[in-house]
């Protein structure tokens, strides 16, 4: 290792080392080139786009050290480099993430980067519901797109709360982005949202058994739920007509779980949406059909 000097350096013996020992990549990359990129850039405090021409700076005695740490650490525990590093990025937005919430990964980002358009008018959104926020990421990452907007965080668990309070404050977004701790729409008082969003927890307890370690890292509760997977997804159906404005949208990421709810509900005229980048689960409904198939939930 000490022939190895500049960040370039480091990346490739980083990516040489997670292949070798066949580490599961799932939590902002996909491959162990880029886990090892995301992994060095971060130490160095460096962005993630950073441009080529730096690859060939070289690392101080401290940060060599920190980089060849955590590197083994990403091997011997399994974590997700996000654990390791205290940040993960989602909608080319920086997170403050930790063990208590779920590692942002989801494919709404590109949605929210494209201002919810074709589905969504931005710029009649004024009030925005994140349901089961974590650390908060998707509903302050609308914030930041939707500026004009107002948003509530709900979680459940007091810890997610907290990180998601410390990246509100992060991105100054106090102004914008309110945070309440309840179990879904609980301890909510009356309003209506133009648009409701969540990635809830929808893994079965099947599927949770056979998720790769590293996902075994994160928060039970941010990740399985009764019935399938569906209980949750359930209660959001159930109760979301009384909390969506008259045109009101409700934005539902449910993974592997949506052969299943279609299945469940085959009259229910989900709107499932395709992205570019990757992802799917990812169904729409507005208020009026909601309304319309309450029963059905």
């Given at each position: ?133 974590g650390s908060g990421c998707i509903g302050i990452a609308t914030a930041?797109?939707l500026s004009g907007c107002e948003v509530d965080l709900v979680d ?142």
């Amino acid at each position: 290792m000490q022939s190895l000097h500049t960040i370039a350096d480091f990346i490739r013996w980083g990516a040489s080392r997670f292949n070798q020992a066949c580490l599961f990549f799932g939590h902002g990359t996909d491959n162990a080139l880029d886990e090892a990129a995301a992994l060095v850039l971060s130490v160095l405090h460096l962005p993630p786009d950073l441009h080529q021409g730096w690859f060939q700076s070289r690392l101080t005695g401290e940060e060599r050290e920190l980089v060849i740490r955590l590197i083994q650490r990403r091997i011997d525990e399994r974590l997700p480099l996000p654990y390791l590093t205290g940040e993960a990025w989602f909608a080319g937005m920086r997170f403050l993430v930790d063990r208590s919430v779920l590692i942002p990964r989801s494919p709404l980002a590109e949605l929210i980067e494209n201002g919810f358009s074709p589905w969504i008018d931005a710029t009649a959104v004024d009030n925005v519901l994140d349901l089961c926020c974590g650390s908060g990421c998707i509903g302050i990452a609308t914030a930041a797109y939707l500026s004009g907007c107002e948003v509530d965080l709900v979680d459940l668990s007091t810890a997610a709360i907290e990180v998601s309070r410390q990246n509100v404050q992060l991105h100054g977004l106090s102004h914008q982005v309110r945070v309440f701790q309840s179990d879904l729409f609980a301890s909510l008082p009356p309003k209506q949202y133009d648009l409701i969003i969540s990635n809830p927890p929808y893994v079965g307890a099947q599927e949770m058994a056979l998720l790769p370690e590293e996902y075994r890292h994160e928060p039970v509760m941010a990740l399985q739920a009764e019935d399938e997977g569906l209980e949750i997804v359930r209660r959001i159906l159930q109760a979301s007509p009384s909390f969506l404005a008259p045109k009101g949208v409700l934005i539902v990421e449910v993974g592997n779980s949506a052969a299943l709810l279609q299945e469940r509900y085959p009259d229910v005229p989900f709107v499932w949406l395709d992205f570019s980048r990757g992802g799917d689960g990812v169904f729409l409904l507005g208020a009026e059909d909601l309304a319309k198939y309450a029963d059905r939930f």
